[in-house]
């Protein structure tokens, strides 16, 4: 059974502070894909990563995928209230296979 | 931009009852996805459809799920005989098989069983 686990499940900060979200699994991923879900909506993409160790960037927002591609990271610089959210990470072993879904960390933004 | 779509955004049903869900995936997508989120709980994957089959299924997606593509824009998700335990949210996926295979998610349908 293929876990991932996100760290922490909850995060309340403040306006312009910074924030790093993990995702861990003991399983090889050959892509994971970072969402964002508002409540009672789907989750809509942010960024997929697919090469071990990768780096990308979406604004403010940092993704990282491990070297070994079992985990992954997502960083905020100077978070704004607009931040808050649920986010998701979820892998898939192979393109086409399903994607494991991390529990998510719900992050609030305190003006 | 393209976007999966979903109808109907909510559907109460009586217990025992069929539903049909409803998904319209991204025109040039080639693989289909059918997950769910029960309220408070991790998105879980349902099955996946490719080339007019389900390639992967879940130990969720018993003889009560079955899913089909009936024309070739739509994709639907039917529950045979609902159970209180089916309420949960339904979302649709598809996805272009490249080396990133990114999914991408309809709105979703909250289905309510009463």
């Known amino acids: 059974t293929q876990l991932l686990e996100q760290s922490p499940q909850f995060l309340s900060i403040q306006e312009g502070e910074n924030l790093t979200v993990y995702c861990n699994s003991s399983s090889v991923f050959s892509s994971l894909q970072w969402y964002r879900q508002e409540p009672g909506e789907g989750p809509v993409l942010l960024v997929t990563v697919v090469t071990g160790g990768e780096v990308k960037k979406l604004k403010r927002l940092t993704f990282q995928f491990g070297d070994a591609r079992k985990d992954s990271s997502l960083h905020i610089t100077a978070a704004q209230t607009g931040d808050t959210g649920l986010y998701l990470c979820a892998g898939a072993k192979n393109a086409g296979n399903m994607l494991t879904f991390g529990g998510g960390t719900r992050l609030m933004v305190k003006p | 931009e393209p976007e999966v779509t979903q109808t109907p955004s909510h559907q109460v049903t009586q217990m025992g009852q069929e539903v049909i869900l409803r998904c319209v995936p991204i025109s040039n997508h080639l693989y289909f996805y059918w997950y769910r989120q029960i309220l408070g709980q991790k998105v879980e994957f349902l099955v996946s459809?490719?080339?007019?089959?389900?390639?992967?299924k879940s130990e969720i997606f018993d003889d009560q799920f079955s899913v089909e593509r009936p024309d070739g824009s739509n994709f639907t998700l039917k529950i045979r005989s609902t159970k209180l335990e089916d309420s949960a949210m339904y979302f649709c996926?598809?996805?272009?098989?490249?080396?990133?295979?990114?999914?991408?998610f309809g709105p979703g349908t909250r289905l309510t069983v009463l």
């Open positions: 459809f490719y080339n007019n089959e389900i390639s992967e």
């Open positions: 996926a598809s996805s272009v098989v490249t080396s990133t295979d990114t999914q991408y």
